[in-house]
Structure formats: structure tokens, C-alpha cells
């Protein structure tokens, strides 16, 4: 009875002394870049990480049950960092590879991009000129097992599947395919190879002089693949306006995007600038090596475009370079550095702040008490993705671009054209079957053989139609994975489901430019960008 009076307190300190101490004791000895490589978290209070220590001893040899120390040092590590930002993040050695991988552009691995169907991994394609196209995989091969491991009907997780395609370059691996009708499997020895991961999913000619251009992420190689999707749509097709998509981009390496901004800027021009608490400002300015006289830009934002991202739509908005389109951005302000942690892992921890041209940090509200990853929902919620009034500044301070127009900060861009969301056909419906379609549609080629698609995407985009016996085929493929039909709600969202089918199948002949093709064709943040730019009206005047 003495324990169970003792426990409730015992609950409630026991984590905050971990948290407390974790903080002098977790970094010990690592030296922090970019500060004084003589200074040592250890000399500033050794007994810190001895109360930790002693807290988790007495833990792991009296406490009730038995524990996963380790474990508790992670929560307490999550715990105290939550306790700064939603940005300041533990990264744990098992998921650093991956985090590493994806903003390094690359990883070692076969090379294919894939689904998981009925508990079997489906290829949907594999990467150009990469180890398995090399070896004769083909899109829609069933891999059924690796290295003489069945992985076929056993639910085995993505992760997983990325641990055993993945290893050193120059590695094998064996793959049993399963391809098309046939029964017996074929085997292929796959030499794994550096994969790069694409930051650029797709560049393309909208109209005679206007490119199209989407960049899904900022990574180390995203400049890189920026100029070289830029050169060919300048020098070869004529490209004189660009509509660059920034939709859904969380950010990245802000070096990048400011590598990118300076082909839209003479030189000396200030692109972002940033302040840590000390106080010490750093700004970045265009370079002055623009390679292409590119005449007019628009930025296609919203509410999932953050950081890197809005630093190059706050930079054009803010020296009037060009038109930002769309809805709000994310709000994320804070710079972060990562620092590598003696068990493997790293934290990433914000420093500073990051300022636009005109002096705004857009930085959104994380200190009282909201859900921060539910700010979408709740702009939903409140009207502000449908209706631009019902847009709240969390700042009333007033800045001004180059040509005196107001902006503002404290929670994201806001875009000089609003784009509203169409709701008309959302529906949780619409939801399930719109989650079936890459399975259905990769189930569905399976029977109908390329030659009876259109030859080229041009083709494709203008001519081909979905019936409505496929649409009705992907409401009956929905039933069976527990989607009741309900027709009256097909109807209702048959246009979008239909658009959303046509750019699937257009992905798995095309790749991604055929996806974006066709969802750009019947995109009005797309037909308003081409419009602006058509028109040759100044954005200050708008």
C-alpha cells in the first residue's frame, strides 16, 4: 500500500527529471559546427549526466517491471526537445540512413519504385538507366522473393523491403519475378548502385513560351537538377516564362533555394537573411550566375509549402519579381542544424530565424498549447482554404516590397492570387476509392497491353477518356477491399475520379511528367498562373 501512495509522484517527477537532466547529460563530448570546436557540454556540468545515469540504474535494477532503458532515454530525449519547437527534433541511428539518404539525393540500392498489392510487392517502374531496368525488370513485375527469401502474401513491411533492396554499390542481389500470367518465376542478380532521389519530379513546355517546372523538395542535388531540367526547356524549346510548383514542398537545404533564386535575380540581391539569438545576421544575395534570361515567374504555393520553399516565393513576392499563386503556406521560419549524437543517432536543433527581403519572419504561432500539425485541418475548418476573407494575420505588422506593396508575416506567404480548395466532391467516399486507385490501375494494365494507349503524352493528355465501366470498375475493385458502392456519391465525384485514374495511368507510361500533364491540364492555379504571365501585367498592379 506504501508503493501505491508513492507512484503518483513518483509518475509525475520521474519524467521531468529525466528531461531535466537529459539536457546537461545526452550531449556530452560532441562538438558543435559552426560555434567554438573548443567548446565541450561535458565541462559545463559533468554531474548531469551522472544523476541521469544513476536515475536509470536504479530503474532498470528495482524498478517493478522490467524496462527498456533505451526506450526511456528516447521519450525523455523526445520530451525535452518538444519542450522548444515542433522543428528541434531527436533523430534515432535507426532512422538517421534514411534522413541522411533523403536529403543527401541519394541512396545504394536497385532502383525501382513499387507498390504493395494483395500483400506483394509490385514494381511500378523502374528508375531509367538504373541497376534493375538494366537488368531487365520490367514495370508490373511481381517481386515474389529476395535472395531465395519469400516475401509474397507474408504482409511484410515497407521498411523492411527497403532493407533488403538497399545495401553497398556494387552488392548483388538475387530477385524472383513474377511477370504478367506465367508461373514459373525469373531470377535476376541485381548490382545495387548509388540511386539519386529525384527533387525535380517533372519539366515540361505548358504552352510555346512558358515552362512548367515541380519541385517536390529541397535536397543537395536540387539546384543541380534544376538547371539541368531548365536547359533543355530554354535551349531546345524556348522557354522564356516559368511557372515553378512549389505545392506540397516542405523545404530543405536553404543554400538550394537560394541557388535557385539567383537565376531570377541580378547579382547582390538580398534572397533571405538569417538571426540566431546572439544576434549575429547572415544574409544571402543572388550570386549574379544567371545562366537564362527567364522574363517572368510564378510560384505555385499552399498550405503544405514550407520553409525553403517559402523562402524563394517570399523572395519574389517581396522584390516583386513575380506572381505567387495559390493558398497560404505552411509558416515555418526556424533554421535548424543537425548534430551528431555518441549513440548514433543526431538532434536537429533550430538556431535561428529566417527573414524574407522585406524583413518578415513567417514563423507561425507554436507557444500556446495548439496542435501544430493540425494547422491544415484547421484552415479547412475556419474557411480559409475556400475563402481568402477568412484569412487571420497572426501579425498586423506592415512590410513592404520593392514596389510598396504590403505584406505580411507571422504565419506563412500569402500568395498575390488566391487559388480556393474544390470541396464539391470530398466526401469520405471519394476518400476510399481515391486510395484504391494506384493498386487498381496497376491491377488493371496487368490486362490491357501499351500498344492500345495513345504513343505519345501530347496523345495521351488530349485524346484519351475514361469510360465510365472503368470508373465503375474501381467502384466494384473498392467493394472488395470493404468500400460499400454508393452511386449516388460515385456520381457526384465521378469528374475527379476520373482525372485522378486518367494521370494514374498516365504515371505508370509516362512517369511523372505524365502525371503532372494531365492533372496540370484541369488545374485552375495552372490556367491562372498561364494567364498572369500571358498577360504582361506588372504584380504590383494587380
Not at 533488403?164 to 552488392?171: A, D, H, Y
Amino acid at each position: 500500500m506504501e508503493h501505491e501512495k508513492q507512484s503518483p509522484k513518483l509518475q509525475t517527477r520521474l519524467p521531468l527529471l529525466l528531461a531535466a537532466t537529459l539536457a546537461l547529460g545526452m550531449f556530452i563530448g560532441q562538438k558543435l559546427p559552426h560555434y567554438d570546436r573548443n567548446f565541450s557540454l561535458e565541462s559545463r556540468n559533468s554531474a548531469g549526466s551522472g544523476t541521469l545515469e544513476e536515475i536509470l540504474r536504479y530503474v532498470e535494477a528495482k524498478y517493478v517491471d522490467s524496462v527498456d532503458t533505451e526506450t526511456l532515454r528516447n521519450k525523455a530525449i523526445e520530451h525535452l526537445l518538444d519542450e522548444l519547437d515542433p522543428h528541434s527534433v531527436y533523430i534515432s541511428p535507426d532512422e538517421l540512413k534514411a534522413v541522411e539518404d533523403d536529403m543527401n539525393g541519394e541512396f545504394e540500392g536497385v532502383g525501382i519504385e513499387f507498390i504493395i498489392l494483395d500483400d506483394t510487392i509490385q514494381v511500378v517502374a523502374p528508375l531509367p538507366g538504373g541497376p534493375s531496368e538494366m537488368a531487365g525488370i520490367l514495370a508490373g513485375d511481381k517481386i515474389v522473393s529476395i535472395n531465395d527469401t519469400v516475401i509474397a502474401g507474408i504482409k511484410i513491411e515497407t521498411g523492411k523491403i527497403y532493407n533488403k533492396l538497399r545495401g553497398p554499390k556494387g552488392s548483388k542481389v538475387k530477385v524472383g519475378i513474377r511477370r504478367g500470367h506465367e508461373t514459373a518465376l525469373r531470377y535476376f542478380d541485381v548490382s545495387r548502385d548509388v540511386i539519386p532521389v529525384k527533387s525535380v519530379d517533372a519539366a515540361y513546355m505548358l504552352d510555346e513560351h512558358t515552362g512548367y517546372m515541380r519541385v517536390a523538395h529541397f535536397n543537395s542535388n536540387t539546384y543541380q537538377e534544376f538547371m539541368q531540367q531548365l536547359t533543355p526547356l530554354v535551349e531546345e524549346k524556348g522557354m522564356q516564362s516559368l511557372v515553378l510548383d512549389l505545392r506540397g514542398n516542405p523545404g530543405g537545404y536553404l543554400e538550394e533555394a537560394t541557388e535557385m533564386l539567383s537565376q531570377f535575380f541580378p547579382e547582390g540581391k538580398l534572397l533571405v537573411y538569417t538571426k540566431g539569438r546572439a544576434g549575429q545576421r547572415k544574409d544571402y544575395k543572388s550570386n549574379g550566375r544567371a545562366r537564362f534570361d527567364i522574363q517572368n515567374v510564378a510560384v505555385l504555393i499552399d498550405e503544405g509549402s514550407a520553409s525553403a520553399s517559402e523562402i524563394v516565393a517570399g523572395a519574389v513576392q517581396d522584390w516583386d519579381r513575380g506572381w505567387v499563386i495559390g493558398r497560404r503556406s505552411f509558416g515555418k521560419g526556424l533554421v535548424q542544424e543537425q548534430y551528431p549524437l555518441s549513440n548514433g543517432g543526431a538532434m536537429r536543433l533550430t538556431v535561428s530565424r529566417y527573414f524574407t527581403p522585406s524583413g518578415r519572419c513567417i514563423q507561425r504561432d507554436y507557444k500556446h498549447g495548439q496542435d501544430y500539425d493540425r494547422e491544415a485541418e484547421r484552415r479547412l475548418e475556419n474557411g480559409e482554404l475556400s475563402n481568402a476573407e477568412k484569412i487571420k494575420q497572426a501579425d498586423s505588422t506592415q512590410y513592404y516590397t520593392g514596389q510598396g506593396r504590403v505584406v505580411f508575416g507571422g504565419g506563412g506567404v500569402t500568395p498575390d492570387v488566391f487559388i480556393p480548395i474544390d470541396t464539391s466532391f470530398a466526401s469520405p467516399y471519394f476518400t476510399a476509392l481515391r486510395q484504391q486507385i494506384p493498386q487498381f490501375v496497376s491491377r488493371w494494365r496487368e490486362n490491357n497491353d501499351r500498344s492500345s494507349m495513345p504513343a505519345t503524352l501530347s496523345e495521351f493528355a488530349d485524346k484519351y477518356v475514361v469510360s465510365n465501366e472503368l470508373l465503375e470498375a474501381l467502384a466494384s475493385y473498392a467493394e472488395k477491399q470493404g468500400t460499400k458502392k454508393s452511386p449516388a456519391e460515385l456520381a457526384k465525384c465521378q469528374a475527379e475520379l476520373k482525372l485522378q485514374l486518367k494521370a494514374r495511368i498516365a504515371k505508370t507510361i509516362f512517369c511523372d511528367e505524365g502525371l503532372y500533364k494531365v492533372l496540370n491540364d484541369d488545374d485552375p492555379a495552372v490556367e491562372k498562373a498561364l494567364q498572369v504571365l500571358k498577360s504582361g501585367q506588372p504584380v504590383a498592379k494587380r
